[in-house]
Nanobody, 122 residues
């Protein structure tokens, strides 16, 4: 019953900015790493950015210097600040979170959000 809900997508001009959010609910399990992926229709889904539970971040090369991933563990929310947007950033952006159930049950699993559309166009 875990849910990941993305928000913040929309239309931006080239060079503009958007801030995506991903809110996790429905579980008390530990969120470990989280990721932002994007997918253009007809193409493979690709990893854009990732962040560990400790805040260590990594980015797709084309996003480096423009995007910033962050998380607020007290709010169970992850963010993607996207600056200097380009038409090539147009895609549906998906949140993915990885979970660990703890030492007792010791199970890991992952979940996807429903996606939020980002369109960069003048």
């Amino acid at each position: 019953q875990v849910q990941l809900v993305e928000s913040g997508g929309g239309l931006a001009q080239p060079g503009g900015s958007l801030r995506l959010s991903c809110a996790v609910s429905g579980t008390r399990d530990t969120v470990t790493s989280m990721e932002w992926h994007r997918q253009v229709r007809g193409k493979e889904r690709e990893l854009v950015a990732s962040i560990t539970s400790g805040g260590q971040a990594d980015y797709k090369n084309s996003a480096k210097g423009r995007f910033a991933i962050s998380r607020d563990n007290t709010k169970n929310t992850m963010y993607l600040q996207m600056n200097s947007l380009q038409p090539g950033d147009t895609a549906v952006y998906y949140c993915r979170a990885h979970f660990w159930t703890g030492w007792d049950t010791n199970t890991v699993y992952a979940a996807w959000g429903q996606g939020t559309q980002v369109t960069v166009s003048s």
